[in-house]
């Protein structure tokens, strides 16, 4: 990877990148403006959820200091990203993240496959009482109107860390984050009635949380879950519990790169542009070493995700 120059930062992209999603942030601002108080708004809503998810790719790449060689300087761009443009605590995100990156699908340390919503074991399934057997049966039929609530979620688990005393950074993350919300809202209700003002929120958000799920639920979900006792090493660790999904750079933009999650997983901080290249050293070398490297497309990476979620609630609610 060294020798190809894959792990070299990718300054001019990323400057782009942030050139451009400046735009597309200015472009749904004056959208607002020319939709005013009417139900045009609503598909500015739509398109503001996009561009909200691209400052979160954008945000997803600083906390892995993909962006800038120093520090600080993935830092200040992830505070923009995160905390000042979504809403989302930045230093939460990544703590959390990290987490996921060292023990990705393992039971009681990857904490994006912890207790919540969904249960993603059969024990976790079996632990629960009688109305959480009935739900965890059912969870792959809500698993998508869910995700219409994560952002949510995220920005409400984000204040909630900035009020625990402690946290990190705790009074420039909270200043950014109330800067956010109160911007959000000066900007929706000055520029409609109440009741358009809330459906621009409720659409926004629900298909924000909808995005930004869709991109990260196809990577893990459905691939093998390790116990918390299995020991394995890091290459076998990050492949085996991995998945790609199949696509060419339209894909990659949609989904800011998360497509070539194997690499990503390998080369956490290799610049989004160089995984696609990394992915013709890869794929070759885990074939050599009887690695299985799991693609599919877009679809059937869904359709295994859910099947997952359908199977440990299916086997888990009979215990």
Known sequence: MKDAGLLERRR??????????????????LALVIARDTWWALLVAAYFAVVSTQ??????????????????????????????????????????????????????????????AFVFTEEAAGARGAVGKFLARRQAWFFFPLLALESLNLQVASLRNV????????????????SYQAG???????????LRGLAFIAVHQALFGCYLGCSFAPNHKGMRM??????????????????????GRFVGAVFGGLNWQIEHHLFPSMPRPNLRRARKLIEPFCAA???????????????????????????????
Do not use: C
């Open 12 to 29: 001019a992209y990323y400057v782009g990148r942030i050139v451009l999603n400046g735009g597309l942030a200015a472009t749904a601002g």
């Open 184 to 194: 959000y809202l000066a900007a929706v209700f000055v520029a409609m009635s109440p």
């Open 55 to 116: 400052f979160a790719f954008t945000g997803h790449e600083a906390g892995h200091r993909q962006i800038f060689r120093s520090r600080r300087a993935n830092e200040v761009a992830g505070y923009v990203h995160g905390n000042l443009m979504i809403g989302l605590s930045y230093d939460w995100w990544v703590d959390k993240h990290n987490r996921h990156h060292r023990n990705p699908n393992q039971v009681g340390s990857d904490p994006d496959v912890g207790t919540g």
């Open 289 to 319: 070493n009887g690695l299985p490297y799991t693609q599919a497309s877009l679809f059937t990476s869904y359709r295994l995700a859910l099947g997952h979620l359908r199977d440990v609630g299916a086997a888990g609610a009979t215990r």
């Open 226 to 247: 390790l116990t918390p006792e299995e020991s394995m090493d890091f290459l076998r660790r990050q492949v085996l519990t991995s998945r790609n999904i199949r696509g």
């Open 163 to 178: 009020a625990r005393t402690g946290a990190r950074n705790r009074w420039l993350e909270a200043a950014l984050l109330l």
